[in-house]
């Protein structure tokens, strides 16, 4: 049972087959099997690769099993459209296309494969771009708004600045009444005289103003800064926003990207290993020598050739003695007499039936 599915699979004529040796129909349950097998892995792979677009199993396994089935009809229709002519570069021209075929079939199929069997590799490459484009998101978010914090820091910067000078130079009128006082400065008279009144009243004066410049400034700097946690908070929002899209980046074709950063020589075995797998039915056929099952087949293709020249030779001789038959008749009655006045008297009748119908018309009118 087995055996006779496997010859299915290779394309073979069954009814030709069976009247074969054990050995040759052992070689094409052979070539059926790596056949279907190639088909299974086609469907595995197939599967796996749109597993990871679309993330659902049953999906995944509906289109991989479609895949399968037609990586199995191509291969079955490569496999069976060779034919055993004993010429060697007949049988290598209607080849090479199918060999080309067979290594574009081994890419699609292999390449699943690989990124399944390099998948804790491509992760931890796919895990380092994931943090090069985290850093690079966060940069780009942050030249929006970077410049704009920096500006109202400035001005936070700018407000204290303003503040440290006042008090500098309250600080500085205190000194002087100060040292007026203790005669140690300006008059050097000890005591509180007019001078010291004067530059009291001066210190006194900036100190309201410093004052009212930190009440001001203050509020000015309480404003800013909350100016700035905002700013903050819609960075943190914009980052957080974007970074689900960078956490999903494990898609089909990151995954192809992340492969070829990959040593590239283990990917190369194995798809030398599917072209082998996919070609060898197409170099079986190719090296081994023609079998009874290739006698049989082309001793039925060439009967069936032949009957079928023969049958168009005959219908296009039966044509040409027709033509030749109907010109000999037509050619001796064109010569009979009788002929041409039994077609004159029917043709005289005819008229004189035409002219009593118009006589008929015409009298009805009137």
């Known amino acids: 049972m087995l055996k006779q599915f496997f010859i299915i699979c290779s394309g073979a004529d069954t009814d030709i087959l069976n009247q074969c040796s054990k050995g040759e129909q ?21 599967s796996y690769a749109l597993f990871t677009v679309f993330d659902t199993l049953y999906t995944s396994i509906f289109f991989g099993l479609i895949w399968g089935l037609l990586i199995f ?17 007949d049988e290598l021209i209607q080849a090479v296309p199918r060999i080309i075929l067979a290594i574009i079939i081994a890419v699609v199929i292999s390449k699943p494969l690989e990124l399944k069997i390099f998948e804790k590799e491509i992760n931890q490459v796919l895990l380092e771009q994931k943090n090069e484009l985290t850093l ?28 440290n000078t006042k008090e500098t130079e309250v600080n500085s009128l205190y000194d002087t009444y100060i040292s007026e006082a203790e005669g ?56 957080a926003n974007s970074q689900p899209i960078i956490n999903n980046f494990n898609g089909l074709m990151a995954r192809v990207n ?13 798809f030398l290993l599917f072209l082998a797998i996919e070609t060898s039915p197409i170099l079986a056929k190719l090296l081994s020598p023609m079998g009874a099952y290739d006698f049989k087949l082309e001793d039925q293709e060439m009967a069936i050739k032949t ?24 050619s001796d009655i064109k010569e009979e007499d009788e002929l041409y006045t039994y077609k004159r008297k029917k043709a005289r009748e005819l ?13 009805d009118i009137l």
């Not at 140690?184 to 309201?208: F, M, Q």
């Open 26 to 46: 052992n070689k094409y349950a052979g070539v059926g099997a790596t056949v279907f097998f190639t088909a299974v892995m086609a469907f595995i792979a197939s």
């Open 73 to 89: 009809n191509l291969d079955r229709y490569i496999v069976s459209s060779i034919k055993k002519t004993g010429h060697v570069m």
């Open 136 to 163: 690079a998101n966060k940069n780009q978010i942050g030249e929006q708004f970077l410049p704009k914090i920096q500006d109202l820091k400035n001005d936070i910067l700018r407000l204290q600045t303003e503040i």
């Open 184 to 239: 140690t400065a300006g008059t050097k008279l000890l005591g509180k005289g007019p001078v010291y009144k004067e530059k009291r009243e001066k210190h006194d004066a900036l100190l309201n103003e410093l004052n009212q410049l930190k009440t001001d400034n203050r509020l000015k700097i309480i404003a800013i800064e909350n100016q700035i946690v905002q700013l903050n908070a819609n960075y943190d929002a914009e980052v």
């Open 258 to 270: 992340a492969l070829q950063r990959l040593p590239w020589l283990p990917s190369f075995f194995i």
């Open 307 to 330: 009957s079928v020249l023969q049958n168009k030779n005959q219908r296009e001789a039966m044509l040409q003695t027709d033509y030749v038959i109907n010109d000999r008749i037509y």
């Open 351 to 363: 008229m004189q039936l035409q002219s009593d119908a118009f006589y008929k018309r015409q009298k």
